[in-house]
């Protein structure tokens, strides 16, 4: 396994950036398009029985809309608006200090036999902080091992997996719901241009699941991982004088902080709840639904007061906001951070964009689909397909997002036209997606990881951490792929009003 993981990071190193696989992507859809259209490829829509012809980009109405929809894809991409609000509370949050010490908070002073499953599940909580989360919970979760008497490479395992091998699920909404509900929305419109996928259409399966990978985490680490650490030490052991690693002994302030913030969380809920409660809110949509309302359209907005309003009372509570024109200054620094993901989305856009246009999508969609309906192939062994196809690609394209854009416009029709919703698409691509993100060197994380482990052993290197991460993996993937079965068998909701099937 060490041997076939070692020919995927060579062949994984070779891959451009995701910005450029997707610039790549979209000159090979414009390529395409131009036979296909001139061989006449077609399908016939099963929804309107219209014939859904190949159009080529190789032509003068396909230059005018790659040069006139070029800003307009960009805008309109649905994650980019969904992801920048979120994170304009989320950085205030983030940046003040108070997501780290909740963090710390709830890691210190864990019982011995708890602190695997305290830092499992934490972790998955700290992705709230998006992947600033690698850099504060993988040497957290060290002192918290250390606090115990077990080694801190074990902790730093547990955290890794933790937040990239489950990433993506939680207890709370985060960035990341954002963006996979908006990219699952603009698939789902090649089929049905009035569907709508919410950021809490997962909540219920990413709350469960959360807590069943946090268990199967606790298990593993001890059955396994912390018995072959324990073979490492006898063999070589760890280093004991190495830099001391951060506190997580909160001050009084932030004690104070932290305690006020959970008080305006649970006052700003409750207002949440006081404002929905008439029959007439404007809040509830028609026939007085809050399932389908103005709320939960809106998640997003409702995500980033939140965050807002907690980040600033736990602020000014510590001292991190002194005037009002701090606020806008720490949005400003947590929205310097996505960058790099807004250029990798103006990237994926256009290669969106011209996928759409060109109706390619369509076409592969419908034709998959009526070859899975004429193989008379199970729901259950196309999700398994499914998730093995996802897993393997996953291994070379570590970003979580750029994977999702780059299979939903395929996978969601598809799916939808063997009356399959796009939210199980979407529960089923978190499935498949998360396990294998700690398992390869293409992600930058497995190289902070391994800086974090080799301060207590200097020999440690990629194959060291994969073998520690393996069984994790490989566990975490099976356990998942069962929970989702078992969750599509019963037909239990995946979100609020969101059906499974």
Same mark, same amino acid.
């Given at each position: 396994?060490?041997?076939?993981?070692?020919?995927?990071?060579?062949?994984?190193?070779?891959?451009?950036?995701?910005?450029?696989?997707?610039?790549?992507?979209?000159?090979?859809?414009?390529?395409?398009?131009?036979?296909?259209?001139?061989?006449?490829?077609?399908?016939?829509?099963?929804?309107?029985?219209?014939?859904?012809?190949?159009?080529?980009?190789? +032509?003068?109405?396909?230059?005018?809309?790659? =040069?006139?929809?070029?800003?307009?894809?960009?805008?309109?991409?649905?994650?980019?608006?969904?992801?920048?609000?979120?994170? =304009?509370?989320?950085?205030?949050?983030?940046?003040?200090?108070? &997501?780290?010490?909740?963090?710390?908070?709830?890691?210190?002073?864990?019982?011995?036999?708890?602190?695997? @499953?305290?830092?499992? =599940?934490?972790?998955?909580?700290?992705?709230?902080?998006?992947?600033?989360?690698?850099?504060?919970?993988?040497?957290?979760?060290?002192?918290?091992?250390?606090?115990?008497?077990?080694?801190?490479?074990?902790?730093?395992?547990?955290?890794?997996?933790?937040?990239?091998?489950?990433?993506?699920?939680?207890?709370?909404?985060?960035? +990341?719901?954002?963006?996979?509900?908006?990219?699952?929305?603009?698939?789902?419109?090649?089929?049905?241009?009035?569907?709508?996928?919410?950021?809490?259409?997962?909540?219920?399966?990413?709350?469960?699941?959360?807590?069943?990978?946090?268990?199967?985490?606790?298990?593993?680490?001890?059955?396994?991982?912390?018995?072959?650490?324990?073979?490492?030490?006898?063999?070589?052991?760890?280093?004991?004088?190495?830099?001391?690693?951060?506190?997580?002994?909160?001050?009084?302030?932030?004690?104070?902080?932290?305690?006020?913030?959970?008080?305006?969380?649970?006052? @700003?809920?409750?207002?949440?709840?006081?404002?929905?409660?008439?029959?007439?809110?404007?809040?509830?949509?028609?026939?007085?639904?809050?399932?389908?309302?103005?709320?939960?359209?809106?998640?997003?907005?409702?995500?980033?007061?939140?965050?807002?309003?907690?980040?600033?009372?736990?602020?000014?509570?510590?001292?991190?906001?002194?005037?009002?024109?701090?606020?806008?200054?720490?949005?400003?620094?947590?929205?310097?951070?996505?960058?790099?993901?807004?250029?990798?989305? @103006?990237?994926?856009?256009?290669?969106?964009?011209?996928?759409?246009?060109?109706?390619?999508?369509?076409?592969?969609?419908?034709?998959?689909?009526?070859?899975?309906?004429?193989?008379?192939?199970?729901?259950?062994?196309?999700?398994?397909?499914?998730?093995?196809?996802?897993?393997?690609?996953?291994?070379?394209?570590?970003?979580?997002?750029?994977?999702?854009?780059?299979?939903?416009?395929?996978?969601?029709?598809?799916?939808? =036209?063997?009356?399959?919703?796009?939210?199980?698409?979407?529960?089923?691509?978190?499935?498949?997606?998360?396990?294998?993100?700690?398992?390869?060197?293409?992600?930058?994380?497995?190289?902070?990881?391994?800086? @974090?482990?080799?301060?207590?052993?200097?020999?440690?290197?990629?194959?060291?951490?994969?073998?520690?991460?393996?069984?994790?993996? &490989?566990?975490?993937?099976?356990?998942?792929?069962?929970?989702? &079965?078992?969750?599509?068998?019963?037909? &239990?909701?995946?979100?609020?009003?969101?059906?499974?099937?």
């Amino acid at each position: 396994m060490l041997r076939a993981l070692e020919v995927v990071d060579r062949v994984g190193n070779k891959l451009p950036h995701p910005f450029w696989l997707f610039v790549i992507l979209g000159a090979l859809v414009v390529l395409a398009s131009w036979p296909l259209a001139a061989l006449g490829v077609s399908a016939v829509s099963p929804a309107d029985g219209e014939r859904i012809a190949v159009r080529s980009l190789v +032509s003068g109405e396909g230059v005018r809309m790659m =040069l006139g929809d070029l800003i307009d894809n960009f805008v309109n991409f649905p994650p980019l608006g969904l992801i920048v609000v979120v994170m =304009l509370g989320v950085a205030v949050a983030d940046k003040t200090g108070l &997501l780290p010490a909740m963090m710390r908070g709830a890691l210190s002073r864990v019982p011995p036999r708890l602190v695997t @499953f305290a830092v499992a =599940l934490t972790s998955m909580f700290g992705q709230v902080a998006s992947d600033a989360a690698f850099v504060v919970i993988i040497p957290l979760a060290m002192v918290a091992f250390r606090a115990v008497g077990r080694s801190p490479v074990i902790g730093a395992v547990v955290g890794y997996v933790s937040v990239g091998g489950a990433s993506s699920i939680g207890l709370v909404i985060t960035g +990341s719901d954002a963006v996979f509900a908006g990219v699952t929305t603009s698939a789902a419109h090649t089929i049905d241009p009035g569907y709508a996928v919410t950021p809490v259409s997962n909540y219920y399966f990413s709350a469960v699941s959360s807590v069943i990978l946090a268990i199967s985490i606790t298990v593993v680490t001890e059955l396994v991982v912390a018995r072959r650490v324990a073979a490492m030490n006898r063999a070589e052991p760890e280093l004991t004088d190495v830099e001391e690693l951060p506190d997580m002994t909160l001050s009084a302030g932030e004690k104070t902080g932290v305690r006020r913030a959970m008080i305006a969380a649970a006052a @700003f809920l409750a207002g949440v709840v006081l404002a929905v409660l008439p029959s007439g809110s404007p809040l509830r949509g028609d026939g007085g639904s809050i399932v389908d309302s103005p709320l939960m359209d809106n998640v997003a907005v409702v995500l980033m007061l939140f965050f807002l309003v907690i980040g600033v009372v736990y602020g000014a509570t510590t001292g991190t906001i002194t005037a009002p024109g701090d606020v806008p200054e720490l949005m400003a620094r947590g929205l310097r951070e996505l960058v790099p993901v807004l250029v990798l989305f @103006f990237a994926a856009s256009q290669f969106l964009g011209y996928f759409k246009w060109t109706n390619i999508g369509q076409v592969i969609a419908i034709g998959g689909a009526d070859l899975l309906r004429s193989l008379g192939a199970s729901p259950v062994l196309i999700f398994v397909g499914a998730i093995v196809l996802v897993s393997v690609l996953n291994l070379l394209l570590t970003s979580g997002s750029a994977m999702w854009a780059l299979v939903a416009p395929v996978l969601v029709p598809m799916l939808m =036209l063997l009356d399959i919703q796009p939210e199980t698409t979407q529960a089923l691509f978190r499935v498949a997606d998360a396990p294998t993100n700690s398992l390869t060197p293409m992600s930058p994380y497995f190289v902070i990881a391994l800086g @974090f482990i080799r301060r207590y052993r200097p020999s440690a290197g990629v194959g060291t951490l994969m073998s520690l991460v393996l069984p994790l993996a &490989l566990v975490n993937l099976c356990v998942w792929t069962l929970l989702f &079965l078992a969750w599509y068998g019963l037909g &239990l909701p995946l979100g609020p009003g969101v059906p499974i099937r």
